[in-house]
């Protein structure tokens, strides 16, 4: 469910802490607790941007482990899996997941869901690469977790409003990327409230 947004420049990650703040104190206020922090976000992030966040954490009194899921933003060509058990349709079942490094994974998202299901020629075809890093270390040992964090992508990847097409990302990494090609064109630095609780750019 969509809760509302908020953009800042790229290097300022006190107001994105501050708005992790005001975000996790709103779980909070409906949830009495937060067990973990997961982060979408389309490269690394180093401990230096990851200090004002985990700071914001210590403030709220939340010792919590703070997880992030980078999803790379260009489909991965240079790592490719086939289905070669189905010689007409090579491509992998949407939702198949393939370890490629301690923490990196392929997801492949796309439209074949059933043996004789066939994606579209239009459809994105290569898979996309996800890596893990974790503030608790062995946390990602856990591959019942590891499952969850990856599903959350692939769900997230099927509540694109904007069109019917199949989508390889995310939203939470297709709607910022929307918002930041419109974002630099606005003559005031902040977005007025109403804008952070509708989805607007669509």
Known sequence: MFKGFDCFKGDDTISLAGSIREAVAKFIAVNYTASRLIIHFY??????????????????????????VTINKTESKELLGFDTADADN??????????????????????????????????????????LSCTVDGMLDDMNLVEQLIDQVYQFSRMYWKSTNQQSLPVTIKYPEMVAEIYPHFQHDKLPDFGKENLWFL
């Open 43 to 68: 490269k690394d992030i180093g401990k230096k941007e990851l200090q004002p966040i985990m700071q914001t954490l210590h403030t709220l009194g939340l010792n919590i482990p703070v997880i992030v």
């Open 90 to 131: 090579l491509m992998p079942y949407s939702g198949t997941i393939v370890k490629v490094g301690w923490t990196e994974y392929l997801l492949f998202n796309n439209t074949r869901y059933e043996s004789t299901s066939k994606p579209a020629q239009k459809e994105y075809h290569f898979p996309v690469k996800i890596a």
